[in-house]
């Protein structure tokens, strides 16, 4: 199988200190974040931790449609599969692409505290036949998760990942060969597919030490006439048009829907930015993402799902609302189910059971 990078790559060090979106040490958004202060970081975890409000959980258990790997090889090409949260598995080729895969329990640097998961994945890991990619969009807990990883360094081809995402893989075992950094608005073409790692408003780190030492991105991912758009996690910025107007426009955009907080509005987006960000796109089908599987903000869990529902149908805007391992096909989408509607039952949404990784 072909890999052709359209970037020259330069050496670690020069090819970071020369990237446009590097600053003093640190990748920077082209709009620069605007201070908090102390006060308001400690003001936003104290709330966060201990001021949480009823709802941010289902009421009951999410209904997740099963898949099996023989279902997946059996799949036509251009089937998406959302497994959760921002992991979706794309078929395109006869090959399999995973994006932001995040199959723990938690997504924490812990195993015993920290967002757990309100669902199973429609399928395990061991179960996932070997994939051609991985595309990361950045390095935080919910989107890169290093025991997913560590499992999939074996059965994957290539890693593609914004600059500095890329090191952290390879410091976990993945062979330096497979993994591919880009920075905005470079590409990568693999199989006759292109993918472009496009622009993103957001941050990184894992650690309280390491904060925007690596870079975010989104995707933009081609396959002939077939143009998906891939947000990972970012906030309203006109970055969106310029996407538009260089790429577009996209068949499907996949855009974060959920996690969002008037407390935070530079990093996430409220669904009517989300709304805006596929037009920009020049979107014919918004997916949302970035919802239904951790509590990671202040608003109730429905919330995100009714809002861009209602949002859509003032705007005339096909959406797409797929439920956890249902197939939808990227060239013809259908609306999907208000699955979330589903989850009324009183029960202890908690999983307690370990999602199986090996």
Known sequence: MSSRLTALFRPKTDRYQSSPQRQAQRFRNPVPQPSEGLGKMLRITWNVLFKKPAGTSPRGSIPVRPVTRAQLEAAPDRSLYRLGHSTMLIKLRGAFWLTDPVFSERASPFTWMGPKRFHQPPIALKDLPPLRGVILSHDHYDHLDRQTIEQLAATTDVFLTPLGVGDRLIEWGVDAAKVHQLDWWESIEIDGLQMTATPAQHFSGRTPFDGNST??????????????????????????????????????????????????????????????AHQDLRGRWLMPVHNGTFDLAMHRWEEPFERIVTLALENNISLATPRMGERMDLTSPHVGERW???????????????????
């Open 215 to 276: 870079l975010c991105a989104s995707w933009a991912i081609f396959d002939d006439d077939l143009r998906v758009f891939f947000s990972g996690d970012t906030g309203y910025f006109d970055g969106f048009k310029a996407i538009g107007e260089r790429l577009g426009p996209f068949d499907v955009t996949m855009v974060e829907t959920g996690a969002y907080d008037a407390q935070w509005p530079y990093v996430h987006m409220q669904p009517e930015e989300t709304l805006q």
């Open 340 to 358: 979330w509607r589903e989850t009324k039952v009183a029960s202890n949404h908690r999983w307690e059971s370990a999602v199986s990784l090996k």
